[in-house]
T-cell receptor
Framework: GAVVSQHPSRVICKSGTSVKIECRSL??????MFWYRQFPKQSLMLMAT?????????EQGVEKDKFLINHASLTLSTLTVTSAHPEDSSFYIC?????????????FGQGTRLTVV | AQSVAQPEDQVNVAEGNPLTVKCTYS??????LFWYVQYPNRGLQFLLK??????LVKGSYGFEAEFNKSQTSFHLKKPSALVSDSALYFC???????????FGAGTRLAVHP
């Protein structure tokens, strides 16, 4: 199957700083990537849909200025958590689906554990 | 709006016994249904999907799922559980033009020796 690589896998940052998480599709071009957030013992919450070359589509309740998403190329999307606070600590996961084929499964990155201290 | 329900937070089964993890869905139009598994601090791994065709779908690691349109269900099954199957399982549905997946709350499977 297709490979999605997410980096870093774990990051600890100080409150008030910004953190960037990268999501790369290694062997296919992803016009659309998805960013999820997962709280302990809970399901994945879709945060936003990242579209190559255009603005991301955010889900209701997700702060656009807090979680900046950039999808500058067909293989890379980034999520920047700005002015991070302890409540932003979570597990963030990206995924991508092959373009123009909604029937395929999504391919997931390995996730990023963010801890804000 | 589309939604997925996994009614069980946890399923316990003895090794060698059959297992079932339940999933029901609600979506307008034809559903595209998926099962994923997640190990601690890892991303999700694809197990199987139903798009069209046979209602019984076979997937990775000996898992299978049965699509039941009348009951709007897509339960995950395995004839003989392994301790290594212990993990968090997610059911997901896709519909509409945005290709996004909506996930259920997840079911933790615990297989005891």
């Amino acid at each position: 199957g297709a490979v999605v690589s997410q980096h870093p896998s774990r990051v600890i940052c100080k409150s008030g700083t910004s953190v960037k998480i990268e999501c790369r599709s290694l062997d296919f071009q992803a016009t659309t990537m998805f960013w999820y957030r997962q709280f302990p013992k809970q399901s994945l919450m879709l945060m936003a849909t990242s579209n190559e070359g255009s603005k991301a589509t955010y889900e209701q309740g997700v702060e656009k200025d807090k979680f900046l998403i950039n999808h500058a190329s067909l293989t890379l999307s980034t999520l920047t958590v700005t002015s991070a606070h302890p409540e932003d600590s979570s597990f963030y996961i990206c995924s991508a689906r092959l373009p123009r084929d909604r029937a395929t499964e999504a391919f997931f990155g390995q996730g990023t554990r963010l801890t804000v201290v | 709006a589309q939604s997925v329900a996994q009614p069980e937070d946890q399923v316990n089964v003895a090794e060698g016994n059959p297992l079932t993890v339940k999933c029901t869905y609600s979506v307008s139009g034809n559903p595209y249904l998926f099962w994923y598994v997640q190990y601690p601090n890892r991303g999700l791994q694809f197990l199987l999907k139903y798009i069209t065709g046979d209602n019984l779908v076979k997937g990775s690691y000996g898992f299978e799922a049965e699509f039941n349109k009348s009951q709007t269900s897509f339960h995950l099954k395995k004839p003989s559980a392994l301790v290594s199957d212990s993990a968090l399982y997610f059911c997901a549905v896709s519909s509409g033009g945005y290709n996004k997946l909506i996930f259920g709350a997840g079911t933790r499977l615990a297989v005891h020796p």
